[in-house]
T-cell receptor, first 111, second 113 residues
Framework: KQEVTQIPAALSVPEGENLVLNCSFTDSAIYNLQWFRQDPGKGLTSLLLIQSSQREQTSGRLNASLDKSSGRSTLYIAASQPGDSATYLCALTGANSKLTFGKGITLSVRP | EAGVVQSPRYKIIEKKQPVAFWCNPISGHNTLYWYRQNLGQGPELLIRYENEEAVDDSQLPKDRFSAERLKGVDSTLKIQPAELGDSAVYLC???????????FGSGTRLTVV
């Protein structure tokens, strides 16, 4: 059974800081990994999708990496802004097409 | 392109009452998912459809939950009767295929009192 871990559960940083959010998983037999953002009371917004054969994806100030051999993914946020404050979830699609989520990291960027 | 549409956005009901949620996926997305998200937790799969067929409903509490996806498009998730522990956000997602990732709706926040 795939287990996805995101530590720490919460993170607070000053504006402008570059930061890394971590995601670890136990089963490397995955199709892809997706990072989502969730604002309070809202649904999930897809940020980046990394296929199993890829090592990283970039979108604006966001960069996500995938290392299947070590069971890790990171989401790098450059020059963080207060508007980046949200919960960030990673999710993996396994061989059975099931999407398994971590519990998320709640990020607060202080002005 | 319209996203995944869910309704209602919020629902408050008394325990033992029935409730239904509706989802309209993105046009052309054959795969549809219902997830439940408890406070402070990641979403957990309830049921997955490929067109109109439920291909994974192993996590659906079938004694009180039911779902349908008529004609392989819209889907309805029903709870009858609702219990206090059913209070959560119910999320619908769709995908044209595993390779393309998933698009989620805004969710329905259910409060059972």
């Amino acid at each position: 059974k795939q287990e996805v871990t995101q530590i720490p559960a919460a993170l607070s940083v000053p504006e402008g800081e570059n930061l890394v959010l971590n995601c670890s998983f136990t089963d490397s037999a995955i199709y892809n990994l997706q990072w989502f953002r969730q604002d309070p009371g809202k649904g999930l917004t897809s940020l980046l999708l990394i296929q199993s054969s890829q090592r990283e994806q970039t979108s604006g100030r966001l960069n996500a990496s995938l290392d299947k051999s070590s069971g890790r993914s990171t989401l790098y946020i450059a020059a963080s802004q207060p508007g980046d404050s949200a919960t960030y979830l990673c999710a993996l699609t396994g061989a059975n097409s099931k999407l398994t989520f971590g519990k998320g990291i709640t990020l607060s960027v202080r002005p | 392109e319209a996203g995944v549409v869910q309704s209602p956005r919020y629902k408050i009901i008394e325990k033992k009452q029935p409730v239904a949620f509706w989802c309209n996926p993105i046009s052309g997305h054959n795969t549809l998912y219902w997830y439940r998200q408890n406070l402070g937790q990641g979403p957990e799969l309830l049921i997955r459809y490929e067109n109109e067929e439920a291909v994974d409903d192993s996590q659906l509490p079938k004694d009180r939950f039911s779902a349908e996806r008529l004609k392989g498009v819209d889907s309805t998730l029903k709870i009858q009767p609702a219990e206090l522990g059913d209070s959560a956000v119910y999320l619908c997602a769709s995908s044209p295929g595993t390779f393309y990732g998933y698009t989620f709706g805004s969710g329905t926040r259910l409060t059972v009192v």
